[in-house]
Each structure stands twice: as structure tokens, then as C-alpha cells.
């Protein structure tokens, strides 16, 4: 199976709200309202569990044997944690959620020799996590 084009247009999409928030913050400090760092880390959190769930249905057809289970658990752990990072301190949760994405992409690189591989899917996502993880350590400087 090849990756369809939407897939990675969508992709790249829903990376422009992760630029969003840190640009504006350095470009227009003064301008940014006081809800923006807590709607931007609300969207990095729900991509983070998003993405875990994307895992989790990856593992799923594999799910009555020992790898499957073990991506299945491992997914439920990421999105837990994905959602509990908001709840933390604004730091804190910022660099939970890297770890959250490294973890992530630690995983599609255990799926891709485990349960299978779509053509291009790794790849798309090892671009998309290097950007989210640029954009989450952008936030943290500024």
C-alpha cells in the first residue's frame, strides 16, 4: 500500500498550528493574547493523542498476538500521558510532549519492522515529528 497524497498534505497541515503559536510569540509578543499558549498546548496534546490512537490502530489488526497487544498498550500509555501532560506545568508539559513524539516515532519505527510498513508513512512521520519537536523546543527558548 502506498500513502495516499492526501494523508501527507494533511499532515503538513495540521503542522502549521504548531508554527502558529511560537511564531506570533516572537514575532508579535506584545499582540498575543493570554489564552494562546494554553489553546496551542491544548492542540500539541491532542495531536500527541491523536497520533498515539494512530498507533493503537495500526497495532489493533495484530492485536491477538504478543506484538500487537505490546503496540496496543503502548499506544493507551501515550495518549494517557499525552493528556495528562495539559495539566502540568507549562514547561514541564512542553517537554513531556517531546518525549511523548520521540516515543511515538520510536514506535512506528518498531511497527515498520514488526507489524508491517505503508510505503512513505515513516518517513512522513519522522519529517512531522522533527518539526513538532522543533516547534515545542522553539516555544521553550522563547
Given at each position: 500500500m502506498t500513502l495516499p497524497r492526501i494523508v501527507s498534505l494533511l499532515g503538513y497541515a495540521g503542522l502549521l498550528p504548531f508554527i502558529a503559536g511560537?511564531?506570533?510569540?516572537?514575532?508579535?509578543?506584545?499582540?498575543?493574547?493570554?489564552w494562546l499558549d494554553h489553546s496551542w498546548l491544548?492542540?500539541?496534546?491532542?495531536?500527541?493523542?491523536?497520533?498515539a490512537g494512530s498507533f493503537w490502530g495500526f497495532a489493533l489488526p495484530a492485536c491477538e498476538g504478543p506484538e500487537g497487544t505490546m503496540g496496543l498498550v503502548f499506544a493507551s500509555v501515550l495518549m494517557i500521558v499525552a493528556w495528562g501532560a495539559v495539566t502540568l506545568p507549562f514547561t514541564v508539559a512542553l517537554?513531556?510532549?517531546?518525549?511523548?513524539?520521540?516515543?511515538?516515532?520510536l514506535a512506528d519505527f518498531w511497527r515498520e519492522r514488526t507489524l508491517g510498513s505503508v510505503e512513505g508513512?515513516?518517513?512522513?512521520?519522522?519529517?512531522?515529528?522533527?518539526?513538532?519537536?522543533?516547534?515545542?523546543?522553539?516555544?521553550?527558548?522563547?
Open positions: 511560537p511564531l506570533w510569540l516572537t514575532l508579535m509578543p506584545h499582540t498575543a493574547p493570554a491544548a492542540y500539541v496534546a491532542m495531536i500527541a493523542a491523536f497520533m517537554a513531556a510532549l517531546i518525549v511523548v513524539f520521540l516515543l511515538l516515532l508513512y515513516f518517513r512522513l512521520r519522522t519529517v512531522l515529528t522533527v518539526g513538532a519537536c522543533a516547534t515545542l523546543i522553539w516555544r521553550l527558548m522563547i
